[in-house]
Antibody, heavy 119, light 110 residues
Framework: QVQLQQSGPGLVKPSQTLSLTCAIS??????????WNWIRQSPSRGLEWLGR?????????GYAVSVKSRITITPDTSKNQFSLQLNSVTPEDTAVYYC?????????WGQGTLVTVSS | QSVLTQPPSASGTPGQRVTISCSGS????????VHWYQQLPGTAPKLLIY???QRPSGVPDRFSGSKSGTSASLAISGLRPEDETDYYC???????????FGGGTKLTVL
């Protein structure tokens, strides 16, 4: 059974970088059938897909247009995890952030991390 | 503004049947499967229906899904008090090359 365990700070200052990690058990970040996603949820924006990374003979990334200039999702094969970095955050980036595994649907989710952007 | 459109609220009495709609476009629902999630307060969304009408093991057959064209529906029959929570639809969008979601429907069991 796949489990995703998130870690990272819950408070980030404006203009700084939000960094979260998602540790995978029960599957491999290098899986050739799965993709590894970051999604956030806030009252104002609802559920919002941010991006994904996946391996199909080589690594691929895909990002939402809304954050494309500020986001990086990176796999770490040595630790079987993947990470989110979101640069230049503003209070609008305050949300619960989830990591999620997908094949043909989003079938496994992390526990969620509330990230507040505030000075 | 969510890409998929759901009613913000729905309600029913215990034992009743309720449906929740989800409207999209040709680049998402019209071209791919719809999936439904149930989210209890303070928890991550949980897969309820996948590939339009398939239930993961452990999901009661009171929950069912359907799709027609660019719209989909989630039906809950034999409504129970524990069904009172939020429901979301989701689909892959080929134009956006990403997952899109509905704004969520809060179900109240009266």
């Amino acid at each position: 059974q796949v489990q995703l365990q998130q870690s990272g700070p819950g408070l980030v200052k404006p203009s700084q970088t939000l960094s979260l990690t998602c540790a995978i058990s029960g599957d491999s970040v290098s899986s050739k059938s799965a993709a590894w996603n970051w999604i956030r949820q806030s009252p104002s924006r609802g559920l919002e897909w941010l991006g994904r990374t996946y391996y199909r003979s080589k690594w691929h990334n895909g990002y939402a247009v809304s954050v494309k200039s500020r986001i990086t999702i990176t796999p770490d094969t040595s630790k079987n995890q993947f990470s989110l970095q979101l640069n230049s955050v503003t209070p609008e980036d305050t949300a619960v952030y989830y990591c999620a595994r997908s094949e043909q649907w989003l079938n496994n989710w992390g526990q969620g991390t509330l990230v507040t952007v505030s000075s | 503004q969510s890409v998929l459109t759901q009613p913000p609220s729905a309600s029913g009495t215990p034992g009743q049947r309720v449906t929740i709609s989800c409207s999209g476009s040709s680049s998402n629902i019209g071209n791919d499967y719809v999936h439904w999630y149930q989210q209890l307060p303070g928890t991550a969304p949980k897969l309820l229906i996948y590939r339009n009408n398939q239930r993961p093991s452990g999901v009661p057959d009171r929950f069912s899904g359907s799709k027609s064209g660019t719209s989909a529906s989630l039906a809950i029959s034999g409504l129970r008090p524990e069904d009172e929570t939020d429901y979301y639809c989701a689909a892959w969008d080929d134009s956006l090359s990403g997952w899109v979601f509905g704004g969520g429907t809060k179900l109240t069991v009266l």
